[in-house]
Nanobody, 121 residues
Framework: VQLQASGGGLVQAGGSLRLSCTASRPTFSSYYMGWFRQAPGKEREFAAGISGDGGGTSYADSVKGRFTISRDNAKNMAYLQMNSLKNEDTAVYYC???????????????WGQGTQVTVSS
């Protein structure tokens, strides 16, 4: 599966962004999708995940209530709606696909190239 993330940019604190992830394969719906982020000098961390059928979602405590993950299997797309953005949300965001609904990056087989999100004060 090839993944391509897009939608990052510069936004003021309190603003919103919507990230998109395009998958190359029609078997997209069989994969659990995750959004991860990595800030400078920090490890890559799980932000949100969604089951193959979209019925189950999971969020890191740091983004719960502000971010919403979704997917459209007909379009082979996954999304991350980010609201009420904070300075600490600044990071490179990656989408990833895996077979199990776990949070550790090592469980994900396929990764997009990353998109930069910068939140300014």
């Amino acid at each position: 599966v090839q993944l391509q993330a897009s939608g990052g940019g510069l936004v003021q604190a309190g603003g919103s962004l919507r990230l998109s992830c395009t998958a190359s394969r029609p078997t997209f719906s069989s994969y659990y999708m995750g959004w991860f982020r990595q800030a400078p000098g920090k490890e890559r961390e799980f932000a949100a995940g969604i089951s193959g059928d979209g019925g189950g979602t999971s969020y890191a405590d740091s983004v719960k209530g502000r971010f919403t993950i979704s997917r459209d299997n007909a379009k082979n797309m996954a999304y991350l709606q980010m609201n009420s953005l904070k300075n600490e949300d600044t990071a490179v965001y990656y989408c990833a696909a895996g077979r199990v609904p776990l949070r550790a990056p090592r469980h994900y087989n396929y990764w997009g190239q990353g998109t930069q999100v910068t939140v300014s004060s």
